[in-house]
């Protein structure tokens, strides 16, 4: 079990010393020269080494390329359009990374990073994952399962969900200059859904650490469910009794409900979700807006892992 610190206890340069340490062992060294990169690269820190397991379950699907995965993104504290977020993705700093665990379990606390990810084995998985905007990719993620980080934390029996908070810091994530949502932004699972086994914790894409614009250090993917319920920059877990507000659902009821599973049956107030355009490696950019539309599966192709956990709720209600 990782030891608790305090936030007075933790000194930057100890941390960096620390960490750099630990996650050379872990296989996740840092120090990339940034000089060299692309735009999208600088991002990207380093390779990951070491001996991450390939999932058995990856889809074979053409996947997304990094270069698109990584300046089209859904980050609105480092901007609303699809390419800021890596053009200020150099002003979240990442080092050192505290994650405060607590609400309905035994063992919470303040965690530095490498505390969370130590006793952790890595894994690449490649997930689809859809956007409610109509759009997906397919990336080779690298991470954990979230059961296993959660259980160590040991949730009781009033432990009915699983909130989680990014960042908020509006130095570093000037987006939360703006109202645009509700800040800090915040997420939230049942507890089974965050305990269920395609739940990850993922640290990194296509065999690097996650490059900040992607929700460095640490990030949600929860492939069954549209993007916004895989909130990055994780700085807050908690374990509450009862359903907990989530950023999209506050700033429009209507569009964005708490479940938020991928459903082609059910339609957003103002568009279909019947269809998605994938984002692969074939196009690029703006060009891949007017790729090919494929079908939408529910639950986004993961039903037959997931359709249990929702056998009781009527899925139209329950958005
Ligand atoms: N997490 C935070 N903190 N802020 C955000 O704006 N956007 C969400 C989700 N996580 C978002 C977030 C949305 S809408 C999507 S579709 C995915 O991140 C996009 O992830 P990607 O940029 O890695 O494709």
Not at 3 to 19: A, N, Q
Not at 24 to 52: C, F, N, R, V, Y
Not at 105 to 127: M, S, T, V
């Amino acid at each position: 079990m990782a030891s608790k610190i305090r936030s007075s206890e933790i000194t930057p340069e100890s941390v960096f010393r620390e960490r750099r340490l630990i996650l050379q062992a872990a296989g996740l060294g840092l120090g990339a020269s940034a000089s060299t990169l692309l735009p999208s690269e600088a991002m990207a820190k380093t390779p990951l080494t070491g001996d991450i397991a390939k999932w058995p379950d990856s889809t074979d699907e053409m996947q997304t390329s990094y270069e698109q995965a990584t300046t089209y993104n859904n980050f609105y504290e480092l901007g609303t359009a699809k390419g800021d977020p890596v053009k200020n993705a150099d002003k979240l700093i990442t080092e050192p990374w505290t994650v405060e665990v607590g609400g309905q379990c035994e063992k919470g606390g303040k965690f530095a990073l490498e505390d969370i990810l130590k006793p952790h084995a890595l894994e690449e998985r490649i997930y689809r994952l859809r956007c409610v905007e109509a759009w997906s990719m397919v990336i080779p993620w690298v991470g954990f399962p979230l059961a296993d980080l959660l259980k160590r934390f040991e949730p009781n029996s009033r432990a009915k969900y699983v909130e989680f908070k990014t960042l908020y810091d509006p130095v570093q994530l000037p987006g939360q200059k703006f109202p645009v949502l509700q800040w800090p932004y915040s997420e939230g699972l049942r507890i089974d859904e965050a305990m269920h086994p395609l739940t990850l914790m993922a640290v990194g894409l296509y065999g690097k650490t996650l490059p900040n614009q992607s929700g460095a250090p640490l990030r949600l993917v929860v492939p069954w469910k549209y993007g916004f319920k895989s909130i990055k920059s994780i700085v807050s877990i908690n374990f509450v009794e009862l359903q907990p507000q989530t950023s999209w659902n506050i700033s429009a009821p209507r569009e964005y409900g708490f479940y938020s599973n991928v459903n082609p049956r059910v339609s957003h107030p103002r568009w279909s979700q019947a269809k998605e355009r994938r984002l692969d490696g074939g196009s690029k950019g703006f060009s891949a807006l007017f790729s090919d539309k494929r079908k939408t599966e529910m639950f986004n192709g993961y039903a037959d892992e997931v359709a249990s956990l929702y056998t009781d709720l009527d899925l139209k209600k329950n958005f």
